[in-house]
């Protein structure tokens, strides 16, 4: 039986190798150096605005009228220690957890790196697959990752393709069931986006194809019956729905599906890709035979018999909690780079000029036209 492939492959494996993640650990290593530096740092400043201001170069120089306490006070300043006031200390912690993101980003990968389960089942309308490791027609398993899918089966009730006018359908949706044992875990329509979630596996619509109905028989014996499902290729950016049997005999077998007869610009990204009046192609041993649906014919030694034809879906599985944390590290990392530059930390320190206050300001920010050298 046919084992349908995706209409579009990649290579992930620079993502894995080695050589990324030791130059990702010593990133990683460098980037947690980083992070303990910038809290020794803070903690100092906090530390010594406790016990001092002159130490402190302070960046802005405000003449009030009335009593300084009482306007720090309307400003949200409390008093840090016995000379200096603060507003929102905590932004002091912002630059901390940006470089925090960073080092889950890193240990994100290296989970994913050693940890991610990828892999594509096709399953054809109407059939249920046991989700061993041979319902896979592609598995990527990391170093540490475990499948243990074994008493699963997944199974197509229906495939809806909505065809545009031109070029190969991107809106494929499959109503399916999900079984767990005996039990139904999860059931409805699975499409490109979102995937649909259990148990820490993504599941959802990766490509569909073609799946004619074949009986082969040679001699009275029969050496294929059912609906097989044939990889969806891409050769000089046309569509091609074909693959090579491997029948029990040992010997090979081409068969090709027409969707729209002989019409040879089907696939071309600018024609209408419906199935109209389609066509099965086999071919073995220099021969080749060319059917209708529903009809009979002889290839050499071998009796052919086709019926209908039913879509199949490319059903991706993903098992990758490296990219959660990664999804979650991401917005962390944004989150406090906006408190950094939106919410810093502010410092105010009292002081005389005459017999006039005056509030002397400093505004913790990493801007370039905002940095003194009183920060370092």
Sequence with gaps: MARGLPSGQYDTAFFRSLLLQVLLLLLLLNTAACMVAQVRKRWLLYQRLKKAARIYRWRQRKRIEGDARSWLTRQGFRPLGTVVWARRVYGLAFIILFHFSFLLIGLGY??????????L????????????????????????????T?????????????????GWPQDVQGRFQLWNSNIQAVSGILRKVPPVSYRGYDFNVWDFGFAP?????????????????????TRDNQ???RDTLLLPNGKEMVVEFLPRGLDGDWGKPDKFMYPSEPLVKI??????????????????QFKIKTGDFRYYLQVKIIKDYGMVLIFIAFWLGLGALAGHYLLPASFACIG????????????????????TENEH
């Design 239 to 241: 569509k091609f729905s």
């Design 121 to 148: 089942v096709p399953i054809t309308t109407g059939e249920q697959v046991q989700l061993t490791r041979d319902a896979y027609s592609l598995l990527q398993l990391s170093t540490y990752s475990r499948l243990n």
């Design 283 to 300: 071919s073995s041993g220099g021969q080749s035979l060319v059917l209708p649906l529903n009809s009979s014919g002889e290839l050499g």
């Design 110 to 119: 290296l989970w994913s790196a050693w940890g991610r389960i990828e892999g």
């Design 213 to 233: 109905y074949l009986e082969i028989s040679q001699e009275g014996q029969e050496l294929l019956s059912g609906y097989v499902s044939l990889a969806t290729l």
């Design 352 to 371: 005389h000029e005459g017999e006039k206050e005056v509030i002397y300001l400093y505004t913790w920010s990493t801007f370039p036209l905002r940095r």
């Design 150 to 166: 074994d008493n699963w089966r997944l199974q197509v009730d229906q495939v809806l393709v909505n065809y545009p006018a031109r």
